[in-house]
């Protein structure tokens, strides 16, 4: 399935490593996927931890919101020829899914 533009984390294209410390020797999926940095929850958090991109609750207030935004977001990638429409339930159904404990961390 193609990738939403609609988001609530950043995916990188590689893993970062602390410095001074050898990644492990086994390569394992996660080494070789990139990382996944979800973005801050609240304006406080993102203040907090000095992350500029804009908090989840700004850019959609509401799970319902969310899920709208990616089912626009899903047509038009339909429209685009880069989703198959039989993908677009799938696409919808792990947006209703979003929430506050699929989005958990603590600083």
């Not at 990738?3 to 390569?27: E, H, K, Q």
């Not at 304006?43 to 700004?58: F, H, M, N, Q, S």
Request: net charge neutral.
């Amino acid at each position: 399935m193609a990738a939403l533009p609609n988001s609530i984390w950043t995916r990188t294209a590689r893993n970062s490593f602390v410095a001074g410390r050898v990644p492990p020797a086994r390569v394992d999926v996660a080494v070789v996927s990139g990382s996944y940095i979800p973005f801050p929850e609240t304006e406080e958090e993102a203040a907090l931890t000095g992350d500029p991109r804009v908090p989840v609750l700004t850019r959609y207030a509401t799970a319902d919101a969310y899920t709208a935004a990616i089912r626009t977001a899903s047509e038009q990638l339909v429209h685009d020829r880069f989703l198959l429409p039989e993908d677009v339930g799938a696409a919808i159904a792990m947006a209703a899914r979003w929430g506050r404990v699929n989005h958990s961390h603590s600083l």
